[in-house]
């Protein structure tokens, strides 16, 4: 089994006026395989936002250690983060996260121009994201822009756009929050495929009916993980 990644004994607290402490996290440890696909549940407070936000290295632990394709996260620069940040990691977000005044074609390219080294974009880059916004369904919407498109429609782009620097992990927060059911499991639907074919996808959700559609389940309580389920189709 190759791990993509690894989380020891991970602790997270937010120190706010007054001296209060919030434990967000209290020691958190799990595995995940390359081409694992686990959702994380817990109600609001639970921990698993938090845990999603360290995951995708945009926060730093308390204590604790996170392995990321053999990388010792918190030993790395703020550069070596973004570095990490750009080229490890995909991101699904529940608001989409669109630049409303970009076109489809060039909300997917956003990555590429956080390349180290990399800014400007080749002949093959482009075609690249073109193959990618035909790969979910939007061919045909290529030169729209967030407004002209519907929910589902924006977070095809967003699920593109995760892609577009061919991550190792996809971290999806609530991807479909915002969308009514029959969307929503057509979104599903494009990351069951995508783990199909190997990626790594960490979930967070509230949804148990989504959650049932990852190999795995973790529900978070108190900042630990309270337990774990396996759905079998």
Known sequence: MT???????????????????????????????QGDFVAIMGSSGSGKSTLLNLLGALDRPTSGEYILGGHRVSELS????????????????????????????????????YRPGRPTLSSRDIDHCVHLCEQVGLGDRIDHRPYQLSGGQQQRVAIARALANDPEIILADEPTGNLDSK?????????????????????????????????????????????????RG
């Not at 997270?12 to 007054?18: D, E, I, M, Q, S």
């Open 3 to 33: 791990l993509a990644g690894e989380v020891i004994d991970l602790h997270k607290h937010y120190h706010l006026k007054g001296g209060h402490v919030v434990k967000a996290l209290c020691g958190v440890s799990m595995q995940f395989p």
């Open 183 to 231: 969307t929503g499991e057509e979104i599903m639907g494009m990351l069951r495929k995508l783990n199909s074919e190997g990626r790594t996808i960490l979930m967070v959700t509230h949804e148990p009916d989504v959650a049932a559609q990852a190999k795995r389940q973790i529900y978070m309580k108190d900042g630990l993980i309270a337990g774990h389920g396996i759905f």
């Open 78 to 113: 703020d550069d070596d983060l973004s570095h990490i940040r750009n080229q490890l990691i995909g991101f699904i977000f529940q608001s989409f996260n669109l630049i409303p005044q970009y076109t489809v074609l060039e909300n997917i390219q956003i990555p590429l121009h």
